[in-house]
């Protein structure tokens, strides 16, 4: 129970949080690194969240999983290493682009610790996050959740939890979204899914788990995230998992995470060339920079990443917000598609706004 000799203690993620008269789980995630809830000099309030990728991951049993550790495997170990660069730098671009506000606050820490499971250590450079408030959109939407408080609540939890995340995701504060829609284009998230959108009981939004970026994570994208019509995320929460991936007829019943196309939030429903002042700068230093001036700046151990960041911001500066993602879109569709690229479909009409019907 104590921990001698380390620079930060780290504890197993509570993942249950109460949003208001009601309880869910977050989910645990399915990172091949290591999650913990860990203290820092440098978190909001002391704790944060520390991703531990080299630590040796073990099975509930206490087995060692089957995939090379860093002590053994070097490129693994430069593999993690690069996927702590890549964060690092996204929250600099971030920060100069005017749009770290949408994202937890990420930085590198090196630490000596004991993992709170087993007793292993671990003396290396770990992933730190400030915690994100509230809970992930897709349990919002999802999860039926225990009911903690009554006082005032009619006795038809199932009804009201609806209602409930139906509300929350219509107060969302618009401008912050399509910051949060200009930060997963410019950045080329490929993983943006209802559990990587964290959202508060004041309808505040955060995005975390995005090291799947600049068009590469497990597979090739040009943005995959629900926020962006045409993302095969986005098609899936619009027409369901059955029709997209299956042979069903579209879901009658839509999910509520629709709502946060970012179209029911620009503007006439479009963003164009508008963009905020800060955004404007920095894409326009951006897209004259050259590839050798961006890594040093950003810090990128490889070209690709720098290269797609130079490209992306000029298709932005140049052809506005939704010719960029079309034109990009339609040409991953045109590549000679594999298993390994990322299904980018047409945009159907923005649905923002819900109702709800109860028959029977």
């Given amino acids: 129970k104590l921990c001698t000799g380390c620079s930060a203690v780290l504890e197993r993620q509570n993942l249950n949080v109460e949003f208001g008269p009601f309880r869910y789980t977050n989910e645990a995630g399915a990172s091949s690194a290591s999650v913990f809830r860990a203290s820092s000099s440098k978190a909001l309030g002391g704790w944060g969240v520390a991703k531990t990728f080299c630590f040796i991951k073990r099975h509930k049993d206490g087995s060692l999983y089957d995939g090379p550790n860093c002590d053994k495997s070097p490129l693994t170990k ?20 005017g749009i770290e506000d949408v994202s937890v606050r990420h930085w590198r820490e090196h630490i000596r610790s004991s993992n709170p499971e087993n007793g292993d250590k671990i003396n290396s450079d770990v992933l730190f996050m400030d915690t994100a408030a509230g809970v992930s959109v897709e349990k919002l939407t999802s999860q039926v959740p ?3 408080h009554t006082g005032g609540i009619p006795q038809s939890p199932s009804l009201i939890w609806r209602k409930l995340a139906h509300d929350v995701l ?12 200009l930060f997963d ?21 955060t995005l975390i788990d995005s090291d799947q970026a600049f068009g590469q ?5 040009v943005v995959d995230s629900i926020l962006i019509p045409g993302a095969e995320k986005y098609t899936i929460a619009y027409f369901g998992n059955a029709h997209v991936h299956g042979v069903s007829p579209p879901a009658k019943g839509v999910n509520p995470q629709v709502l946060l196309d970012y179209r029911c939030h620009a503007p006439d429903g479009k963003i164009g060339k508008v963009y905020p002042h800060k955004f404007t700068r920095c894409i326009k230093w951006l897209s004259e920079a050259k590839t050798t001036a961006v890594r040093e700046r950003y810090g990128f151990d490889s070209d690709s990443d720098a290269e797609f960041l130079v490209k992306r911001a000029s298709n932005l500066l140049n052809n506005g917000f939704e010719r960029t993602v079309l034109e990009a879109q339609k040409a991953l569709r045109q590549e000679n598609t594999t298993n390994r690229k990322a299904t980018t479909y047409e945009w159907p009409e923005p649905c923002c706004v819900l109702d709800e019907l109860r028959e029977g």
């Fill in 78 to 97: 430069r593999k993690h290493a690069s996927a702590i660069t890549r964060m690092v730098a996204t929250q600099t671009l971030a920060e100069e682009c």
């Fill in 146 to 148: 225990e009911q903690v």
């Fill in 170 to 181: 219509n107060a969302v504060d618009s401008a912050k979204l399509v910051r949060a829609a």
């Fill in 185 to 205: 284009v410019l950045t080329g998230q490929c993983d943006r899914h209802g559990q990587n959108i964290f959202i508060d009981t004041t309808a505040d939004i």
């Fill in 217 to 221: 994570g497990w597979r090739k994208c």
